[in-house]
């Protein structure tokens, strides 16, 4: 870990592009922790970065986890949550972020049968999120549903995403701009398109080449460097400050994370 320290450094104080505020998405790092935790957590403050979006400890108990991140000035903002436990055990969810001091909880998948995706698993994913959502808001936290590519299909006269986000009255949405171009859409369209209920952003690049499809899969390889690729991140950034988003968070999946976060910073900070 040591050799990853000698990367670009940053600065020490926190990332932000205008009001919004540059944060990472844990699971880039996910191989970096299976080594070494303080050491990866020591990195990302090398970056710069002091908003992340987590929920585990990397099997660490949870009072040495939070010294940790109090040492390397990193406060989790948005831990993420499994779907079957937001429908059969929200309570965990909450006390999972209120461990965390969380303000957000976000799902990134919902189950399903291989490449089956309908009307059917769209209206029941609204009705879980909607029924979770109301029980977080009790609380003071606010549910981001971050759609994967195969909300995207044409239903109606638009897609399934279309229904969600029409139907959304308890629950927001974690755009992840990658997988929203993957799946066939605008990310800027969608974010001027439904401005209300876009509340969190996942800033991730995709290589020139790739045409995408409707399965929520693809080559992590396909992640580049942010404004190297073919998502309008410049657009997106501008859009996410009209609408005064709190948060975006970088993910990067590619093997190349620890090279190119800090190319992807370097380049959020070139934005006007």
């Not at 932000?16 to 990302?44: C, H, M, W």
């Not at 189950?111 to 979770?132: I, Y």
């Not at 580049?224 to 975006?248: F, N, P, R, S």
Request: hydrophobic content about 35%; charged content about 25%.
């Amino acid at each position: 870990m040591k050799k990853y320290l000698t990367l670009l450094v940053i600065g020490c104080i926190a990332i932000t592009t205008n009001a919004q505020e540059v944060g990472l998405q844990l699971y880039s790092l996910r191989n970096q922790f299976k080594d070494d935790v303080p050491g990866t957590l020591k990195l990302i403050n090398s970056w710069g970065i002091s908003k992340i979006e987590g929920g585990g400890t990397y099997g660490m108990p949870m009072e040495d986890f939070q010294k940790l991140l109090k040492d390397n000035d990193l406060q989790v903002v948005s831990i993420g949550a499994d779907f079957t436990d937001l429908e059969n055990n929200v309570e965990k969810v909450i006390q999972n972020a209120k461990d965390f001091g969380a303000k957000y909880v976000m799902c990134a998948w919902v189950p399903h049968d291989g490449n089956n995706w309908g009307l059917e698993e769209t209206k029941h994913a609204t009705d879980v999120f909607n029924s979770a959502g109301k029980r977080l808001k009790e609380e003071g936290l606010t549910l981001a549903y971050h759609a994967h590519g195969y909300e995207f299909r044409p239903y109606d006269e638009g897609t399934f995403f279309d229904y969600m986000a029409k139907n959304a009255t308890d629950f927001t949405f974690e755009l992840d701009v990658y997988w929203a171009k993957h799946g066939g859409a605008d990310p800027v369209a969608l974010m001027k398109k439904y401005p209300g209920k876009m509340t969190l952003l996942h800033l991730k690049d995709m290589e020139h080449g790739v045409k995408g499809n409707n399965t929520g899969h693809e080559d992590v390889e396909t992640n580049v460097v942010l404004g190297t690729g073919q998502v309008d991140i410049a657009g997106v950034v501008a859009e996410a400050k009209k609408l005064g988003l709190e948060y975006m968070f970088i993910e990067d999946e590619s093997s190349r994370v620890v090279e190119q976060v800090p190319e992807s910073l370097e380049y959020l900070k070139s934005l006007k």
